[in-house]
């Protein structure tokens, strides 16, 4: 089983990144899939989860509003939409999965972890 993260990088404050997480391994539509970030000298926190089967979906209060989480599971990918970057949202971005998970806000339930993905907003 393996999580690819991608799509960050570098963007100015007030502008849009797509990030992708990518499974191999297993079946995207049976897990519920989070987002989760860490900022240097900060703990991981949630940002964003998908249920299972993806019909419920839940937001940090700090992105809610901002950030679109979203799923394409015939590529078997998961997709967090980011839009109106703030500096705040600086940090490394993972993806988990959680088999018939219900899209928790916390690390815990999530089995398997993606490597993480650099986001970085400048302001």
């Known amino acids: 089983v393996q999580l690819q993260a991608s799509g960050g990088g570098l963007v100015q404050a007030g502008g849009s990144l797509r990030l992708s997480c990518a499974a191999s391994?297993?079946?995207?539509?049976?897990?519920?899939v989070g987002w989760f970030r860490q900022a240097p000298g900060n703990e991981r926190e949630f940002v964003s989860a998908?249920?299972?089967?993806?019909?419920?979906?839940y937001y940090a209060d700090s992105v809610k509003g901002r950030f679109t989480i979203s799923r394409d599971n015939a590529k078997n990918t998961v997709y967090l939409q980011m839009n109106s970057l703030r500096p705040e949202d600086t940090a490394v971005y993972y993806c988990a999965a959680d088999l018939w998970g219900l899209g928790s806000n916390t690390p815990s339930p999530y089995k398997f972890w993606g490597h993480g993905t650099l986001v970085t907003v400048s302001s």
């Open positions: 391994g297993l079946t995207f539509s049976r897990y519920a």
């Open positions: 998908s249920s299972w089967g993806g019909d419920r979906t």
